[in-house]
């Protein structure tokens, strides 16, 4: 197969990504999927990402939906525990595609509950696994991988194949990312992203406040420790900090409240308590 210029895909989307008629859909996925790895963000996020997005959510690989999606979970372990290379936009592009397969199978019921199941194990392990937490890369645009395997596992709590204990899985993965020691703070809204899947577990209004409580806690305890090792104090306790903060505010003023808000949001209020105490220091 010869790849296809830029100039082709550049008419494919003037034309309103409508698929093109002179090359198998088969090649044309096979291209876009290895572009979902270029470090070149024109050809990535630009071009192969919304084709293959648009495609999905129009129904047009309906009757390939399995296929292609295991294809994405595939690109998950393209270069799994690298850092600083471009392997990382195939795995975080794959994990964009994958969820817009899952919001399909939302949409239309199109795929069996183990299929669902087997690919939000894939996105859950790669979150955890993945090194390269860079949001924002000079010169190639959006890495963004925590941010993007957040949003796939958002889409994912949202699927009727997904049940309590599945849902409580996923809140433990939230924390389990936050909690893992990292060598930067995540700065490009990954804490938001994080505290978004968090809000699409709590709408399905199944996991109960006695499972809230100690998650909120567990998370509250990392927000104040410090560490002792010589490194920035901060980097122990701030992605920690910064997720409770995007949670409260997200519970307070987000759309279809959940259930538990009153609730939850004294828990987290306490908890920010808890981890801010010099906010409440008197003048």
């Known amino acids: 197969m010869t790849p296809m210029s830029g100039q082709y895909w550049k008419q494919v989307h003037a034309q309103g990504l409508e698929v093109p008629a002179d090359r198998p859909l088969d090649d044309l996925t096979a291209e876009l999927t290895v572009m979902l790895g270029d470090a070149d963000p024109e050809l990535r996020d630009g071009t192969a990402y919304p084709a293959l997005a648009t ?29 600083g290379t471009d392997t990382v936009f195939r795995r975080s592009f794959s994990a964009l595609v994958l969820a817009e397969c899952l919001a399909r199978d939302n949409a239309q019921g199109l795929l069996p509950a183990g299929k669902v199941l087997e690919w939000g194990d894939c996105l859950a392990t790669w979150l955890l696994r993945e090194q390269d937490t860079r949001g924002w890369v000079p010169g190639k645009g959006w890495a963004h991988a925590v941010a993007h395997g957040a949003d796939g596992l958002a889409v994912l709590a949202r699927s009727p194949h997904v049940g309590m204990a599945e849902l409580t899985v996923l809140l433990d993965v939230v924390a389990d990312r936050l909690l893992l020691p990292v060598d930067h703070l995540f700065v490009n809204g990954e804490a938001d992203r994080l505290a978004g899947t968090t809000m699409a577990v709590l709408r399905r209004d199944a996991v109960p406040l006695q499972v809230l409580e100690p998650w909120v806690a567990r998370i509250a305890n990392a927000a104040a420790r410090s560490s002792y090792d010589g490194r920035d104090p901060h980097l122990a306790s701030g992605n920690a900090e910064a997720f409770l903060r995007a949670l409260y505010l997200q519970l307070a003023l987000g759309p279809n409240p959940p259930a538990v808000r009153s609730d939850l949001l004294l828990v987290v209020v306490d908890a920010l308590r808890h981890t801010n105490p010099a906010l409440q220091a008197s003048a």
């Open 55 to 83: 495609w999905v959510s129009r129904g047009v690989y309906d009757e390939l939906l399995s296929g292609l999606g295991d294809g994405m979970a595939a690109g998950l372990r393209v270069g799994i525990g690298e850092v």
